[in-house]
């Protein structure tokens, strides 16, 4: 089943994180670790190909793996999902998965706390949540004021604060979140 609730003329120059949730048959884990490998070289050669992560429960009764996908825009995602190529390698699949695949499509700040709840564990608490952003917001801040302080004090306030507000948006997503994010992800989880 997909679940894409993006808008690809919209928002094409924003990275797109797809998360895709298989339900691998009991018996099936190495064929389909195997599947992984053949597949993740695969969705490499495609162009805005940014990374696969692959995530494993530990439930053996129902083994659940989570793939998060990334590509550098929606348009370059769209070829992807819609290509020959990957619908051979799902052909592929069939034979080891309980259930269809499982596909959300996302982009910007959504991504940032939402990997844990896909996992079926109790969700991030939301005090982590602001102790992480805040976190995220005050490196970024830090660094930005003193670079930008100079260049930007000639500019009306309003506009001042539409520059720098801008900038902290773009690299709390693309550079900043997903470090700490990474950085934390134990704590976050526990």
Request: hydrophobic share 45%; with cysteine.
């Amino acid at each position: 089943m997909l679940n894409a609730s993006i808008s690809h003329e919209d928002i094409d120059n924003q990275q797109v994180t797809a998360i895709i949730s298989h339900l691998v048959r009991l018996g099936r884990e190495q064929d389909y670790e195997e599947w992984i490998r053949g597949f993740s070289a695969v969705a490499q050669q495609f162009r805005g190909y940014g990374g696969l992560n692959i995530l494993r429960t530990s439930e053996q009764v129902h083994p659940e793996y989570v793939l998060v996908l990334r590509f550098d825009c929606s348009s370059n995602f769209k070829d992807w999902l819609e290509s020959d190529t990957r619908s051979e390698w799902i052909e592929r699949l069939q034979p080891l998965i309980a259930r269809p695949e499982d596909i959300q499509a996302m982009t910007g700040l959504e991504t940032w706390f939402v990997l844990p709840q896909k996992l079926h564990k109790p969700s991030i608490p939301r005090y982590k949540m602001v102790l992480v952003t805040w976190l995220g917001v005050f490196i970024v801040l830090a660094i930005l004021t003193r670079i930008l302080a100079p260049l930007l004090s000639m500019l009306p306030l309003l506009l001042n604060q539409l520059v720098t507000t801008g900038l902290v948006a773009l690299l709390l997503t693309y550079v900043v979140m997903p470090q700490l994010m990474k950085l934390f992800r134990r704590w976050l989880s526990s």
